[in-house]
């Protein structure tokens, strides 16, 4: 079966415009929960978000964060 030809991609942006749409991605990549596990030998491993064991270490965490937000009052 032959290949279909990729569809074009729109370019890029550059520039003061390229810079800000970088950020704002990072900045939203960084505000999404993940789960991070630390190696024996001490070398992070970050779960994927569809790991059956991600779910419960994060409603874990979120129950974690929760009680510490009452109890400071926040």
């Not at 569809?7 to 704002?24: D, H, I, N």
């Not at 992070?44 to 779910?55: C, E, N, T, Y």
């Not at 419960?56 to 929760?66: M, Q």
């Amino acid at each position: 079966m032959p290949r279909q030809p990729r569809k074009p991609k729109p370019p890029a942006p550059r520039g003061a415009v390229g810079a800000m749409a970088a950020s704002l991605a990072r900045r939203k990549a960084a505000r999404e929960p993940r789960v991070v596990l630390t190696e024996p030998g001490g070398h992070p491993r970050a779960l994927d978000a569809d790991d059956p064991a991600a779910g419960p270490l994060l409603e874990a965490a979120d129950r974690l964060i929760s009680a510490a937000q009452r109890r400071s009052g926040a």
